[in-house]
């Protein structure tokens, strides 16, 4: 049986062990410096074994995955490079920034390991492996970032061991352009979000109706505001000739949009939401299937998961309608659960949302 081992088993490394237990016949170690989260991870079966030693969780294992902070990840690699691999071995991350592990990762090569940087674009604010799902990566895009000298047959071998373990769709990218596009899309928005609850908080500080007003829209602009902080430290100063570019482009803007106002400038004013508003309309679509077959899904909105699965469970099969899959979506911070169920056809889909809204629950078709 080839072997699987994932390091730094909370969200991100438990939901991938998940996946690799649920979906292909390898056996899953898991280690992590915590030895609560590694109880956790084999108490809730999200590992075959766990370790909190880096030596036994490693040995003889065909993939090994690093699933730490990004702060952490090249002194763990560092460490790896002294252990006897099997020379085989694959060695990947999913680390938010790809240009310094990979960086860090020539010695292991010179090993007979191979090492690929990885990124799951998927996740939550939230983490822990007990926020860790087999979900989680369904359908999202997942960056490898080989370098030139990475073997071609390597990375087929892990892009397919990924695709079929995670359901994600895997694309490759240079690792400095991968950092830039992630410092645009992820890294500058978790930036603004915390500056935007913070600034908030002071105001807040002296009257508590901002916080008392604040509804839906900067709820759902600060979501990830609520991310882990010591995670965010890391992001930043590994990606940090990205960040400060884009820091330096969104003053820039910030600039532009303030003397637009200071001058009443009507005109540039609508123009500048107007054209917000048609690239957010024009942003593609989530969850195209692409080499995945559709999933027939609805969301439903439960007030107490635990309780609600088996009820939701209990109405579709009264009507003999059968789930492809149920899962706990994590990502909302303005709904108190959110179920995710797969139907096998579009036909089952329609049955099951027309039973589930007559029994009272919320349904929606999209996330
Ligand atoms: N949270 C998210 O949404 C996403 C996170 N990532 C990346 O995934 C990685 C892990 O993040 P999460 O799973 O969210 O964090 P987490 O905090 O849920 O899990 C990290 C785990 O690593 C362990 N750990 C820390 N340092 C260690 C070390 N030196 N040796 C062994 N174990 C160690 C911790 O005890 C913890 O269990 C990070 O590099 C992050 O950039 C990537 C995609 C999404
Ligand atoms: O919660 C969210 O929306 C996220 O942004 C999750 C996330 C965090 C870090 C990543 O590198 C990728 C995805």
């Known amino acids: 049986?080839?072997?699987?081992?994932?390091?730094?088993?909370?969200?991100?490394?438990?939901?991938?062990?998940?996946?690799?237990?649920?979906?292909?016949?390898?056996?899953?170690?898991?280690?992590?410096?915590?030895?609560?989260?590694?109880?956790?991870?084999?108490?809730?079966?999200?590992?075959?074994?766990?370790?909190?030693?880096?030596?036994?969780?490693?040995?003889?294992?065909?993939v090994i995955f690093l699933a730490v902070p990004v702060g952490s990840a090249p002194g763990l690699l560092e460490w790896l490079a002294g252990l006897p691999l099997k020379p085989s071995c694959i060695v990947s991350d999913v680390g938010s920034t790809k240009g310094k592990i990979v960086e860090h990762a020539g010695r292991l090569s010179r090993l007979g390991a191979t090492f690929i940087g990885g990124h799951p674009m998927a996740g939550s604010h939230r983490s822990g492996v007990q926020a860790a799902s087999s979900l989680l990566f369904e359908n999202a895009y997942y960056v490898l970032t080989p370098i030139p000298a990475t073997p071609l047959s390597e990375v087929q071998k892990l892009s397919r061991l990924l695709e079929k373990a995670t359901r994600a769709r895997l694309v490759i990218m240079d690792p400095a352009h991968h950092d830039r596009v992630v410092g645009a899309i992820s890294h500058l928005p978790h930036i603004l979000a915390a500056a935007l609850v913070n600034q908030v908080a002071d105001y807040n500080a002296s009257n508590e109706w901002f916080h008392r007003l604040?509804?839906?829209?900067?709820?759902?602009?600060?979501?990830?505001?609520?991310?882990?902080?010591?995670?965010?430290?890391?992001?930043?100063?590994?990606?940090?000739?990205?960040?400060?570019?884009?820091?330096?482009?969104?003053?820039?803007?910030?600039?532009?949009?303030?003397?637009?106002?200071?001058?009443?400038?009507?005109?540039?004013?609508?123009?500048?939401?107007?054209?917000?508003?048609?690239?957010?309309?024009?942003?593609?679509?989530?969850?195209?299937?692409?080499?995945?077959?559709?999933?027939?899904?609805?969301?439903?909105?439960?007030?107490?998961?635990?309780?609600?699965?088996?009820?939701?469970?209990?109405?579709?099969?009264?009507?003999?309608?059968?789930?492809?899959?149920?899962?706990?979506?994590?990502?909302?911070?303005?709904?108190?659960?959110?179920?995710?169920?797969?139907l096998n056809t579009e036909e089952e889909r329609e049955k099951a949302e027309k039973r589930l809204k007559a029994g009272g629950y919320q349904v929606f078709t999209s996330e």
């Open 214 to 342: 604040a509804a839906g829209g900067f709820r759902d602009l600060t979501r990830v505001a609520a991310s882990d902080p010591v995670m965010w430290r890391d992001i930043l100063l590994s990606n940090r000739e990205a960040v400060l570019d884009l820091l330096e482009d969104w003053t820039e803007g910030m600039r532009r949009i303030r003397e637009a106002v200071h001058n009443s400038d009507a005109g540039r004013i609508e123009g500048f939401f107007r054209r917000a508003k048609e690239a957010r309309e024009g942003l593609p679509e989530r969850r195209k299937p692409g080499m995945i077959p559709p999933a027939h899904e609805i969301y439903v909105d439960v007030p107490d998961i635990p309780g609600e699965i088996a009820g939701v469970a209990h109405l579709l099969g009264e009507e003999g309608i059968n789930l492809r899959n149920i899962g706990v979506m994590e990502n909302r911070e303005d709904r108190a659960g959110v179920l995710r169920l797969v």
């Open 1 to 62: 049986m080839k072997k699987a081992a994932v390091l730094g088993t909370g969200l991100i490394g438990g939901s991938l062990a998940l996946c690799l237990k649920e979906r292909t016949d390898m056996e899953v170690h898991g280690y992590d410096s915590s030895a609560e989260s590694v109880r956790l991870a084999e108490a809730s079966g999200v590992v075959h074994r766990g370790h909190t030693e880096l030596e036994p969780a490693v040995e003889g294992a065909d």
